[in-house]
Every structure is written in C-alpha cells, then in structure tokens.
Nanobody
Framework: QVQLVESGGGLVQTGGSLRLSCAAS????????MAWYRQAPGKQRELVAA???????NYVDSVKGRFTISRDNAKNTVYLQMNSLKPEDTAVYYC?????????WGQGTQVTVSS
C-alpha cells in the first residue's frame, strides 16, 4: 500500500519559515520524481516545486529564492523548506510522487501565513 504522509504545516507570521516533510512508503522512492503542490481556497492546485530522481529541481516563479525542495532517498522523504513566507503562500500543500503511469498524492498539510 502506497502512503505519502505530509507533516510540518502550521500557522506562521509573515516572514517566517516552515519545513514540510513527506514520508513515502510502499514505493521504490529513489525512482520517483517528487513534487509539492498547493491549493488555496477557490483556486486551482498548482505545482510549487519538483525534484527529479536525479536531483534536478524546478520552482514556480512566485517561490524562487524563498523555497527549497530536497530529498533524502535513505529516509524515503522529500522536504520543502519555506522561508520568507507571505500571506499568499497560505494553502493546503500536497506531496506528489510520479513515475511513468504511477501517480500518488498525500493527504495534504495546511500552511497559514498571517499578515
């Protein structure tokens, strides 16, 4: 059974930091591309950051220079370090694992940035 379990969300003030974690089980983690998406109320889910199995990364323009995605294959975990948080970063953040036709989602973790 595949599970992606996010943690690390919460309430933080503008300018603060959070680190999200996503622990994967039931998959060969090292071959999966991993990503973080987010969905704010009334908006579509958007890709925030992604990391390939080889470690290449990409980010949505709005978080470049503030967020860092990383992975630890030994721990089957992907991270999202979020610095200089803004109210517009408020959303539910979802972990995603994808390889070929296989695509899995976590349950999401709420991030709220107060102004």
């Amino acid at each position: 059974q595949v599970q992606l379990v996010e943690s690390g969300g919460g309430l933080v003030q503008t300018g603060g930091s959070l680190r999200l974690s996503c622990a994967a089980s039931g998959i060969i983690f090292s071959i999966y591309a991993m990503a973080w998406y987010r969905q704010a109320p009334g908006k579509q889910r958007e890709l925030v950051a992604a990391i390939t199995e080889g470690g290449s990364t990409n980010y949505v323009d709005s978080v470049k220079g503030r967020f860092t995605i990383s992975r630890d294959n030994a721990k089957n975990t992907v991270y999202l370090q979020m610095n200089s948080l803004k109210p517009e970063d408020t959303a539910v953040y979802y972990c995603n694992a994808q390889v070929r036709v296989y695509n899995y989602w976590g349950q999401g973790t709420q991030v709220t940035v107060s102004s």
